[in-house]
């Protein structure tokens, strides 16, 4: 793992890194402030190879540290924008945010009619709008997600495609989180692009590239974890494993995640054959994701950063060779092989397949898209001699075109403001008087954040209630407040209380009749809201009741409310929910990692703290300011479980 490097300073590579994308390709833009990479005004939709204007925009991004992903694969017949993250970090939902409202062609509800009840632009199949294609990686859905359900809220017409194409994690250890995205990402980007450019709608850029994504299998190789800039190598070292001499890891993440093996002493024909079988073995139970016999498939070997072409020549006829022998018979109609998706400099390569479907649109088909003409550094096809001369002239960027979030409009649904803020304060303060309890649990299952982020945010929407108080319509009241919680609470709780709460919005909106019709903001009304809006939430996370997480206690309440119509026996259903996670080992987030038995002793922290709100909230629970500023106890118990949970 070499820990050398030209540039140091992470935060001024990767901005200069994304400047350098303007200076290769002139019909792009860089907004460096949200780190956004764009199409200048009038090049992406006015493509010289078709008459058709483009009506969807496509966006894609992540952490950096994967280029030419990204940033470079933005331009003419690929993507409309990136939207590019810290090294190895997801960008926040408002840098995504942002790029979806402000940095590309979005077709906005001024411009064609919108649906309140479904909070987005209607149109038909011929309508445009947005497409978002992300990685399957938690953060990356998350805060892309939030940034989609943001926008939906403010009319824009818009959706989102996962891309989970690695296999060396098997369905059993990957579990509810499924496949990671790796190189085979740029497949889908491609052909949604290149469908994009041709005018097609947003029905028929989002089924292709969901058929794209669904049969696409990649694994990669790697001799060596990378280092990132920055970072202490011995940091680096005590975090991983890092491989012998001689070793060879099968499986690595692009994040220098844990693969499926390590092999030591074996030469490329081995190493190879093993990865083939991994991607292609329908016997394996646990990684036959996808049966690839079509009579077209595409191969792209992809050098992960650190390999000389040299040696990538050498590895492409090694799989070009075995893939033609039996028992596979595999000879691609199309063969990709270069710099595509990184992990910085590592040492390393991946395989990936893309077994060719027909797409049923009734035009062209993936091996068309994949050959149409594009402008993008990151792809094959050059920028065209038109494009540097429009240059000259057009210096025209987005950056004065940011627009504010939409005006909430009423809901209909009312109820008695004082008597609202009333039980609010008092959920908030039981949140805040909770902190040092969940805490503790979470130092002892987790990284000890979860309290502070919680108190932070109670307090933050207390001091905009004491200058904003409650208006009586319950959508622009929680409008109000979701702004406070995005602002001050970040991290994945963040982003699943902002992902819950947008939503929560426009389910309000959807069982309100509007301001002409008015209702009581009742149990019913609220129950129904609080439905969809975990069915909302339920897209973009697989975390449900029994896996360790504040959803165990979130659904009781929702259940129990709809069926009791009581918010007192849903808020202690909100509490057995959160009591019953003591001793249930964790299925999602960094708890997985962490080991240790702390689990077994209490409860899941953000499922606690979710519960106090609740009990506050419900009149059950009391806490005036000197409880909720207690000091943090321990105990001897406490003590020996966190040093436990600290052993390597």
């Known amino acids: 793992m070499s820990n050398r490097h030209f540039i140091n300073d992470p935060q001024h590579l990767v901005l200069t890194s994304l400047q350098s994308t303007t200076l290769l390709n002139p019909g792009v833009a860089l907004d460096a402030h949200n780190k956004i990479v764009y199409l200048r005004p009038g090049y992406g939709h006015a493509s010289s190879s078709s008459n058709q204007r483009q009506k969807v925009s496509l966006i894609s991004g992540g952490g950096s540290g994967h280029e030419p992903s990204f940033s470079s694969m933005v331009g003419r017949g690929l993507l409309s924008a990136c939207v590019a993250g810290t090294i190895f970090a997801s960008p926040s939902?408002?840098?995504?945010?942002?790029?979806?409202?402000g940095r590309v062609e979005n077709n906005e509800p001024s411009s064609s009619s919108y649906s309140p009840e479904h909070g987005q632009q209607q149109g038909?199949?011929?309508?445009?709008?947005?497409?978002?294609?992300?990685?399957?990686?938690?953060?990356?859905?998350l805060n892309f997600g939030l940034a989609v359900e943001k926008a939906k809220a403010a009319g824009v017409n818009v959706e989102m495609v996962v891309v989970g194409d690695d296999v060396g994690v098997g369905r059993t250890k990957a579990g509810k989180v499924?496949?990671?995205?790796?190189?085979?990402?740029?497949?889908?980007?491609?052909?949604?692009?290149?469908?994009?450019?041709?005018?097609?709608?947003?029905?028929?850029v989002t089924k292709v590239a969901n058929l794209a994504a669904q049969n696409i299998v990649s694994v990669g190789a790697s001799l060596e974890h990378v280092h990132v800039p920055g970072r202490r190598a011995e940091a680096e070292g005590a975090e991983f494993k890092v491989l012998k001499e001689g070793e060879v890891e099968i499986g690595m993440g692009i994040h220098n995640e844990q693969g499926s093996s390590r092999e030591k002493g074996i030469g490329l024909p081995e190493l190879v054959g093993k990865m083939l079988k991994?991607?292609?073995?329908?016997?394996?139970?646990?990684?036959?994701?996808?049966?690839?016999?079509?009579?077209?498939?595409?191969?792209?070997?992809?050098?992960l950063g650190g390999v000389s072409p040299l040696e990538m020549g050498g590895i492409v006829t090694e799989v070009v060779t075995q893939l033609a022998e039996q028992p596979y018979g595999i000879k691609p109609v199309r063969i990709l092989s270069g710099t595509y998706m990184?992990?910085?400099?590592?040492?390393?390569?991946?395989?990936?397949l893309l077994n060719v479907v027909n797409t049923d649109i009734g035009g062209p088909g993936m091996i068309d898209l994949l050959d149409y003409p594009s402008e993008a550094t990151g792809w094959t096809a050059p920028i065209s001699k038109l494009t540097w001369e429009e240059q000259r002239e057009n210096k025209n960027t987005r950056e004065n075109e940011v627009k504010s979030e939409e005006e909430v409009r009423p809901c209909g649904l009312t109820y008695d403001p004082q008597e609202a803020q009333k039980q609010l304060v008092a959920g908030l303060k039981a949140v805040i008087a909770a902190e040092p309890d969940v805490t503790k649990y979470d130092t002892m299952v987790g990284d000890g954040d979860c309290g502070i982020g919680l108190k932070r945010g109670a307090e933050a929407i207390l001091s905009h209630l004491d200058s904003n108080p409650l208006t009586g319509d319950a959508a622009i009241d929680l409008a109000k407040i979701v702004t406070v919680v995005e602002q001050t609470m970040d991290g994945t709780s963040g982003a699943l209380y902002g992902i819950f709460l947008n939503a929560l919005v426009a389910s309000l909106h959807t069982v309100g009749g509007g301001e002409s019709d008015k209702k009581a903001a009742d149990e019913n009304a609220w129950a129904a809201a609080l439905k969809l809006s975990c069915e909302a939430l339920s897209k973009y996370t697989p975390a449900r009741p029994g896996d360790r997480t504040l959803v165990d206690a979130l659904y009781p309440f929702v259940d129990a409310l709809e069926k009791t119509g009581d918010v007192k026996k849903a808020a202690e259903?909100?509490?057995?929910?959160?009591?019953?996670?003591?001793?249930?080992?964790?299925?999602?987030?960094?708890?997985?990692?962490?080991?240790?038995?702390?689990?077994?002793?209490?409860?899941?922290?953000?499922?606690?703290?979710?519960?106090?709100?609740?009990?506050?909230?419900?009149?059950?629970?009391?806490?005036?300011?000197?409880?909720?500023?207690?000091?943090?106890?321990?105990?001897?118990?406490?003590?020996?479980?966190?040093?436990?949970?600290?052993?390597p």
């Open 342 to 352: 990184t992990s910085l400099n590592g040492l390393g390569f991946s395989i990936s």
């Open 178 to 204: 499924g496949r990671r995205g790796i190189a085979g990402t740029v497949l889908v980007q491609k052909i949604a692009g290149a469908l994009a450019a041709q005018g097609r709608s947003l029905k028929e």
């Open 278 to 303: 991994q991607l292609l073995d329908r016997n394996d139970e646990d990684r036959a994701f996808v049966n690839v016999n079509s009579n077209e498939v595409v191969l792209l070997v992809n050098n």
């Open 124 to 141: 038909g199949e011929d309508a445009g709008g947005v497409l978002v294609v992300v990685m399957n990686y938690t953060g990356d859905v």
């Open 93 to 101: 939902a408002e840098q995504v945010r942002t790029a979806i409202m």
């Open 573 to 647: 259903a909100a509490k057995q929910g959160a009591e019953g996670t003591k001793g249930m080992k964790a299925k999602l987030g960094r708890t997985v990692y962490i080991g240790g038995s702390g689990f077994e002793q209490v409860p899941d922290p953000g499922a606690w703290g979710l519960a106090k709100f609740f009990l506050g909230l419900a009149g059950i629970e009391k806490s005036d300011d000197s409880s909720a500023k207690q000091a943090k106890g321990s105990d001897d118990g406490w003590e020996e479980v966190t040093r436990e949970a600290e052993l």
